[in-house]
């Protein structure tokens, strides 16, 4: 996927480190893992990142901002 397809330029995403991910793997992470480094640390597919942020921001447009509450742990 080139950046013109990204909502953010790639260099955006990487200097953010969403790409990092972590040691813990589980069933549901499986599909956003590119790969995982010698270490033992999970490195992120920042594309399919970018498909689920797409994916949420179309749902959210749904509703009116003061209807929606954002909860994150990190």
């Known amino acids: 996927m080139a950046d013109e397809e990204l909502l953010v330029p790639n260099d955006t995403y990487l200097k ?7 040691k813990f793997k589980s069933k549901f992470m499986e599909n956003f893992i590119y790969k995982t480094r010698a270490d033992g640390l999970s490195v992120l597919n920042v594309q399919k990142i ?19 509450l954002i909860i994150s742990r990190r």
């Open 16 to 22: 953010a480190g969403i790409h990092i991910g972590t």
């Open 50 to 68: 970018d498909e689920r942020i797409r994916m949420m921001s179309n749902m959210l447009a749904k509703f009116e901002p003061q209807d929606i």
